[in-house]
């Protein structure tokens, strides 16, 4: 739970606009540090459709495995 939070406390919702399916991925994270959230309102032709911060980073940041020895 968040600070000074507890479970009866009602849901804030925090209003975003959302942005277009052909903004690059740099602005979406963006908005999602300024309004502090883990999902994006995305339009997408005529659908709204919502991406995650799990999504865009798997888009933008590749893990290589490297074995290490002692």
């Given at each position: 739970?968040?600070?000074r ?6 849901i804030?919702?925090r ?17 999602m ?8 309102p ?6 709204i459709?919502?991406?995650?911060v ?17």
């Open positions: 739970l968040a600070d939070r507890s479970l009866e406390d009602r804030q919702p209003w975003v606009k959302p942005i277009s399916a052909e903004e690059p991925l740099s602005k979406a994270l963006a908005l540090m300024e309004h502090n959230i883990r999902h994006l995305v339009v997408s032709n005529a659908d459709k919502m991406i995650d799990k999504e865009i980073a798997k888009q933008v940041v590749w893990v290589k495995s490297k074995v290490i020895k002692f």
